[in-house]
């Protein structure tokens, strides 16, 4: 089957520093990927959609300038948080969408990435 | 508009008994349908999808849905509940057009022992 693959899977960083998070798609092109946040016991909350070769589509109320996203080629996405705050300390999601024809095609999810900003 | 409703937050059963877990969708359009499974600190697996053929649909670990059209519903069952399908349980739907995929807010299921 498909696989996404996130990294880090846990990170540990100072207040006012940057930290870039990775998706991989390992075994189809992806044009497109989203980014995710989730909070405790809640479901996912889209941030963002990463075209490849274009600039993020943000959700409303997500800042563009906080969460940078960079989907540079077919198979790798990523996120910088920038100048972090314990505020953003989350569990950081990605997918993959793999088209189907004639369907929006399916997800495939990394792994999540544990954010904990001392 | 398009919507995913799951109507237990919380689901508990007992070890080798059944498993129902309630989706209910509105959609202008014939849409694609999944589910997915979290376990605590994981991203999301999923577990099966109905993309309009048959209506039956059977996933991984002996779990299956099945789409019925007249009652906008994706009910997931399973027949008899093992510990480890202790996991949070999302609901998504998809139109088939564009890149919109839109989440249900999950259900918790406890298996007791």
């Known amino acids: 089957g498909a696989v996404v693959s996130q990294h880090p899977s846990r990170v540990i960083c100072k207040s006012g520093t940057s930290v870039k998070i990775e998706c991989r798609s390992l075994d189809f092109q992806a044009t497109t990927m989203f980014w995710y946040r989730q909070f405790p016991k809640q479901s996912l909350m889209l941030m963002a959609t990463?075209?490849?070769?274009?600039?993020?589509?943000?959700e409303q109320g997500v800042e563009k300038d906080k969460f940078l996203i960079n989907h540079a080629s077919l198979t790798l996405s990523t996120l910088t948080v920038t100048s972090a705050h314990p505020e953003d300390s989350s569990f950081y999601i990605c997918s993959a969408r793999r088209p189907t024809s004639g369907t929006t095609g399916e997800l495939f999810f990394g792994e999540g990435s544990r954010l904990t900003v001392l | 508009a398009q919507s995913v409703t799951q109507l237990d937050s919380h689901v508990s059963v007992s070890e080798g008994t059944p498993v129902l877990l309630r989706c209910n969708y509105s959609s202008s359009y014939s849409p694609s349908l999944f589910w997915y499974v979290q376990h605590p600190n994981k991203g999301l697996q999923l577990l099966l999808k109905y993309t309009s053929a048959a209506t039956l649909v059977k996933g991984i670990n002996g779990f299956e849905a099945e789409f019925k059209k007249s009652e906008t519903s994706f009910h997931l069952t399973k027949p008899s509940a093992h510990m480890s399908d202790a996991a949070e349980y999302f609901c998504v739907v998809s139109l088939n057009t564009g890149n919109q995929f839109y989440f249900g807010t999950g259900t918790s299921l406890t298996v007791i022992p």
């Open positions: 990463s075209n490849e070769g274009s600039k993020a589509t943000y």
